[in-house]
């Protein structure tokens, strides 16, 4: 695999592209060369960072959160601190405890061999946590964290005041917004995007995306309307009634399931429960036995 250029975003601050141009299950890292060599994220693949590890002396890794696709290559660098958020410290670098987390009880053994397989995860416990009370000083360089929950319960992005940086990492303006654990939570991921907007960040820097420099406030408008735009499909296929199996067929958050198939069907349906809990909610669909319904007016 080709090794592509750092991306300066700032004098001391790059983008490492992620294999696969940074989409699941790989992702975006950053490099901070400054007083401290820092490298936020560690999905980008091994190749990547087997030549990082050659070419820069890091003195330590945080994690944005513990999703595989930004932590799998955490055990190349166990030899200085690894910084997780305080909410995943415990599962974080622990398969097993993360395939509990992350999918249900069948398919956790799948999940693992998954995640190994694709992504080069091995084992790798951390050594440090952080919280929204932590800053971190790399030397000109701050990153201030911010809790934002929704895509999973850990989920931090990182702030950067002085140039008005925002480190989105999973709230990555792209077109598929993802909340698909027990723990995700659609009025949370709404209420964190909300929060990252209200920074006006100047860029906005994401795991599967990259850098955002334009249009800023309507791309977060974008990003958030998909939610509704995915409450809509599903509430149109509940117009004679389904149940979750039903729903789950139509796919109508991935499309097509063209990979781990038995793994994005249960995302799907963890998706599909999170909508359909809303629209109950909202009064627009009402369940009978096991089935939805949608409300005539
Ligand atoms: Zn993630």
């Given at each position: 695999m080709e090794y592509k250029k750092l991306e300066a975003i700032t004098d001391h601050i790059f983008l490492v592209q992620g294999k696969n141009n940074g989409r699941f299950p790989y992702s975006h890292s950053i490099l901070i060369l400054d007083e401290d060599i820092v490298l936020v994220d560690t999905g980008c693949g091994i190749e990547p960072l087997k030549k990082l590890r050659k070419e820069y002396d890091v003195s330590y890794v945080i994690n944005s959160h513990t999703h595989p696709d930004h932590s799998a290559g955490n055990w190349m660098f166990k030899d200085t601190p690894i910084y997780v958020p305080e909410e995943g410290f415990e599962t974080s670098g622990d398969l097993v405890a993360l395939s509990r987390r992350f999918v249900n009880k069948e398919l956790a053994q799948e999940w693992r061999k998954f995640v190994k397989e694709t992504m080069n995860f091995k084992n790798c416990k951390p050594t440090n946590c952080y919280n929204d009370r932590t800053m971190f000083k790399f030397g000109k360089t701050t990153f201030k964290p911010i809790y934002t929950p929704g895509h999973t319960k850990d989920h931090y992005c990182f702030y950067e005041p002085r140039e008005k940086l925002l480190f989105s990492f999973d709230y990555d303006l792209t077109s598929f917004p993802w909340y698909g654990h027990r723990e995700s939570s659609i009025p949370e991921f709404r209420e964190s995007a909300k929060k990252l907007k209200f920074l006006s960040p100047k860029i906005v820097v994401s795991s599967?995306?990259?850098v955002s420099a334009e249009d800023i406030d309507a791309e977060f408008d974008r990003f958030y309307k998909i939610f509704s735009e995915r409450a809509e499909r599903i509430l149109s296929l509940l117009g004679n009634g389904k149940n979750i199996d039903q729903l789950v067929e139509y796919?109508?958050?991935?499309?097509?399931?063209?990979?781990a198939e038995s793994i994005l069907r249960y995302w799907e349906s963890e998706m599909i429960k999170k909508h359909l809990k809303e629209l109950e909610t909202s009064g627009k669909i009402e369940k009978r036995g096991k089935v939805y319904m949608r409300k005539s007016f």
């Open positions: 599967h995306r990259g796919a109508p958050i991935y499309g097509k399931f063209s990979y």
